[in-house]
């Protein structure tokens, strides 16, 4: 078993930038890709950015640029930068932990991003 706690989120204008972090617990040796997905009212929740390791990212289209996913080994944790955000990023951004062998996956609670125009 994973645990998953993000933290970071909260209210931002406009162009502005927040950092979200999570924190991971439990079986960590057996976590592979990690990643950020988020889901804005009545839409379905989606892909922000992937990493296995800093070779291996991939971004949704949407926040190539602006956002950058990292993850450090040591502290079992992995972050989104976020920087010139837009009203259309307001969601709840959960962080997600893929293990292997099985390739069993694990979210965690979410935390709320709201951009105001």
């Known amino acids: 078993q994973v645990q998953l706690v993000e933290s970071g989120g909260g209210l931002v204008q406009a162009g502005g930038s927040l950092r979200l972090s999570c924190a991971a617990s439990?079986?960590?040796?057996?976590?592979?890709?990690m990643g950020w997905y988020r889901q804005a009212p009545g839409k379905q929740r989606e892909l922000v950015a992937g990493?296995?390791?800093?070779?291996?990212?991939n971004y949704a289209d949407s926040v190539k640029g602006r956002f950058t996913i990292s993850r450090d080994h040591a502290k079992n944790t992995v972050s989104l930068q976020m920087n010139s955000l837009k009203p259309e990023d307001t969601a709840v951004y959960y962080c997600?932990?893929?293990?292997?062998?099985?390739?069993?996956?694990?979210w965690g609670k979410g935390t709320l991003v709201t951009v105001s125009s």
């Open positions: 990493i296995v390791s800093s070779e291996f990212t």
């Open positions: 439990g079986s960590i040796f057996s976590i592979n890709a």
């Open positions: 997600r932990a893929e293990v292997y062998p099985n390739g069993m996956v694990f």
